[in-house]
T-cell receptor, first 113, second 112 residues
Framework: DVKVTQSSRYLVKRTGEKVFLECVQD?????MFWYRQDPGLGLRLIYFSYDVKMKEKGDIPEGYSVSREKKERFSLILESASTNQTSMYLC????????????FGPGTRLLVL | QQQVKQSPQSLIVQKGGIPIINCAYENTAFDYFPWYQQFPGKGPALLIA?????SEKKEGRFTISFNKSAKQFSLHIMDSQPGDSATYFCAASNGNAGKSTFGDGTTLTVKP
């Protein structure tokens, strides 16, 4: 079974802090994604990566950056957290052998005070 | 511009009822249409998916109906159970780096 893990289930941070969210997948998937999920807004794509060191902006990249130094790990960085970044953050991966199905991690609920 | 529109936003049915969730898409290049199920505190997980070469796919109590000409697809849950209470997302993709476009989600409550 594909496993996507996220470093934290819950995080509480203060406005202006730098925040790192980490995601690791164990199925050698090429593509990895970061979404945020807010009530009534569905899943909005922040950034995705189709290879190591490659990244592409999604629909809402402002205020975020990403890093992919190893194939299995994709990090989301909030350079200076703001209260409007309070949300559920979901990581997903897909690749050869997975078809186009995305495999999601359990999510990180971030509260910015 | 939202490319996949999902309705309704929420749905309440009695046990045994047949909830139906609808999605409409705009991009005719989409060729894979999955539905994901998400329970509270969990990430979404694939429930069932269809490609546009068939009009219907059934897996257990879950059925996708697909209308290519209308650019619409829907999820039907037969004999719904309280354990089906979850948020359901439709999605569409066209093989572009594995990217999917998601609907806004439907929160389903099945009452005992």
């Amino acid at each position: 079974d594909v496993k996507v893990t996220q470093s934290s289930r819950y995080l509480v941070k203060r406005t202006g802090e730098k925040v790192f969210l980490e995601c690791v997948q164990d199925m050698d998937h090429e593509n990895m994604f970061w979404y945020r999920q807010d009530p009534g807004l569905g899943l909005r794509l922040i950034y995705f990566s189709y290879d190591v060191k490659m990244k592409e902006k999604g629909d809402i990249p402002e205020g975020y950056s990403v890093s992919r130094e190893k194939k299995e790990r994709f990090s989301l960085i909030l350079e200076s957290a703001s209260t409007n970044q309070t949300s559920m953050y979901l990581c997903a991966s897909t690749g050869a052998g997975a078809g186009e199905t995305q495999y999601f991690g359990p999510g990180t609920r971030l509260l910015v005070l | 511009q939202q490319q996949v529109k999902q309705s309704p936003q929420s749905l309440i049915v009695q046990k045994g009822g047949i909830p139906i969730i609808n999605c409409a898409y705009e991009n005719t290049a989409f060729d894979y249409f999955p539905w994901y199920q998400q329970f509270p505190g969990k990430g979404p997980a694939l429930l069932i998916a269809i490609r546009p070469d068939v009009s219907e796919k059934k897996e257990g109590r879950f059925t996708i109906s697909f209308n290519k000409s209308a650019k619409q697809f829907s999820l039907h849950i037969m004999d719904s159970q309280p354990g089906d209470s979850a948020t359901y997302f439709c999605a569409a993709s066209n093989g572009n780096a594995g990217k999917s476009t998601f609907g806004d989600g439907t929160t389903l409550t099945v009452k005992p």
